[in-house]
């Protein structure tokens, strides 16, 4: 197999762990006003994802730096053809990644508020955003032989594109349900199977379109594919079993159903890597936008021996806050005299996230 | 960008990636790194000195800031020596690979050996290249340039007449005034910094931190300086690359993307700026406030038995 091919390989896996990382925080931002009630329920809603967000979302710089480095001619006409739509998906990250940290400094209701609005929005936007502009690739944008993108912001607005969108944000949606129920305990785990019973329906109707509408664009044959299969047969086991008490199994559910939605936005892509809607023949390819073989090779021995490392310790972080967050958490701490509770009060068997 | 090494030129002109070990060792690279970091120490040993010199001046929690303080100028007064040397070595790479960078630095249209430092002078641009100096130190800049007592440093005139003769007609010249006052700008508060420094470690050793209300005062004040002293720097690399965005090939003007025009470019600035501004006022308020919260929450949090060994997750963070 070919350098190249490896890089497109690996990049793909980073997007995948990206949304299915980042989609799970993604989720619970977006639902952590409805979800939590209350303040302690907001912040404990919060609190799911506090440890992770961030390392998860280094998710996407490492997707965005091997782009660069492994596929610059791919990177420069994506990064340049979606530079508006990046400018906006950039200012969400800012408000949304310190909006975790500001919100709790300042006691003022407004103050809170607005850092949590921040966060909603946030991230709903992203996700839906990127959503859109990885649908781009596949829908196609005008290009022309020379890999300049010659459309303006609105031609970004395909409506495969748009549907992409749509698709990731109800998906990302579901991942945060269904992960709000395995983290948290009591009302809270009961709104998130609420959230996940309803969103899981509206994302399973919203997962067979979005299937069928790949199948048209892609064109050539009407039998979808195994992850296309698989994809919707695993939002239907997320929708099921959030009415149980299965939520380790939901939230892997969820979580499969994003990784084949992205999956097969590259599997559909590939070996073009950007599609033309000017003239085909102006396609990006892995053959013609990737770096030299010497950088590739370079690349590959620093990621042969930096990625196991990366997955350890950020497997390893997940092992550590792996019990569900409670409202009690923080009051136990508060007032440790009142009750001398066991290691797992509060807590039950959780599956491994 | 400052000096592209470890690449060769593919077919159709592009730099490729040939010896990934030559970035590693790129002179530019390793002592810009160096002159970073010790940037980001002097600022961090300047924050914490403000902070405690604050609360000194007030006379509240005077054990615990007595000690930030103290480890402050500690670490404060080594790392600036260590910098302003750091920072000269970084002068001399620079005057080797980027003589551009380094003579409108010090606004020397002409050649000189020896060469005067100019410490202060009136005009020196573009429209006045014979600027008036009002105190110059000799021999001082060849030392700064070239690491010797007389060494040559190449006019800005000299130098556009070489560039021209290897890379066509146009302007080589960085902003002249830009790179004289950044330059004097970061190298005269760095000097100040290492008086109050040295000042506060004399105080320190006679035993009287504590008592000086004018050195607190000052050191409160301090805190601007390291945060100029950083944009300086960073003006002064930058500004002082112009014409390149990489050196001796590509240029600026050349560098933009096809397809993002001078509309979409105003939109992001703006955008950027508003974003900054917004989330840099929060930040500034939750600085002060944090820092004028005094140390009781801290005290009663340290008080607090935590947790039980073995405790569940922890308490809400966030």
Known sequence: MQLHTIWFIIIVVFWIGFFVLEGFDFGVGALHMFVGRSETERRVAINTIGPWWDGNEVWLIVAGAALFAAFPGWYATMFSALYLALVLVLAALL??????????????????????????????????LIGVGLGDLLAGLPINAQHNFTGNFFDLLTGYGLMTGVTLLVLCLLHGATFLALRTTGEIRDRGHGFARVIGVIAILVNVAWVIWTLIVIGGGTVPQPTQIFGVIAVIFATVLASTDNDGWAFASSGFAI??????????????????????????????????????FVMTLVAVIFMPLVLLYQGWSFHVFRRRVTGATAEVQQAPATSAPGPDAGTEATAPT | ?????????????????????????????????????????????????????????????????????????????????????????????????????????????????????????????????????????????????????????????????????????????????????????????????????????????????????????????????????????????????????????????????????????????????????????????????????????????????????????PALTY
């Not at chain 2, 670490?75 to 980027?98: D, K």
């Not at chain 2, 008086?195 to 004018?214: D, Q």
């Not at chain 2, 050191?219 to 690399?237: D, E």
Request: contains cysteine.
């Open chain 2, 1 to 313: 960008m400052q000096h592209p090494v470890g690449y060769k030129l593919n077919k159709v002109g592009q730099p490729v990636l040939s010896n990934v070990w030559a970035l590693f060792v790129n002179p530019t690279f390793v002592w810009g790194y160096a002159h970073v970091i010790l940037a980001s120490l002097i600022t961090g040993c300047l924050v914490m000195l403000a902070v405690s010199a604050w609360y000194l001046r007030k006379q509240q929690h005077v054990e615990s800031f007595h000690r930030t303080a103290k480890v402050a100028l500690i670490v404060l007064i080594p790392t600036i020596v260590i910098q302003l040397s750091v920072g000269n070595q970084l002068g001399v790479v620079e005057t080797h690979y980027q003589p551009m960078k380094i003579a409108a630095a010090e606004a020397q249209w002409n050649s000189c050996k020896p060469c005067s430092f100019s410490l202060l002078q009136v005009g020196g641009g573009a429209n006045d290249k014979t600027p008036s100096q009002i105190i110059e130190i000799p021999h001082l800049l060849s030392v700064l340039a070239t690491g010797t007592w007389s060494g040559p440093v190449t006019g800005l005139n000299q130098l556009q007449a070489q560039y021209q003769a290897k890379y066509g007609p146009g302007n080589y010249v960085p902003d002249v005034f830009i790179q004289y006052w950044s330059m004097r700008v970061m190298a005269y508060l760095a000097t100040l910094v290492l008086l109050l420094a040295l000042w506060g470690g004399w105080l320190l050793y006679r035993g009287k931190l504590r008592s000086s209300r004018v050195f607190l005062c000052l050191s409160v004040w301090a805190v601007i300086t390291p945060f100029l002293m950083n944009t300086a720097g960073w003006l002064l690399t930058e500004s002082g690359r112009q014409p390149w965005i990489v050196q001796g090939l590509q240029k600026t003007v050349n560098a933009n993307s096809p397809s993002v025009s001078a509309t979409d470019i105003w939109i992001s600035l703006i955008a950027l700026v508003l974003v900054y501004i917004v989330l840099g006022a929060a930040d500034a308020v939750l600085m002060l406030r944090y820092s004028r919260h005094g140390l009781a929450q801290a005290d009663a949090e340290a008080a607090e038995p935590s947790a039980a060994p073995g405790a569940p997750a």
């Open chain 1, 95 to 128: 408000f949304r990644g310190v909006s975790f940290e500001y919100r709790g400094k300042g006691e003022d209701v407004r103050w809170r508020g607005g850092w949590s609005w921040a966060l909603t929005i946030g991230s709903v936007l992203i996700p839906l």
């Open chain 1, 259 to 296: 990784a084949a939605a992205i999956g097969q936005i590259f599997i559909s892509l590939y070996p073009n890597v950007m599609i033309s809607s000017t003239n085909h023949a102006y396609n990006l390819t892995v053959n013609n936008s990737a770096s030299g073989h010497y950088a590739l």
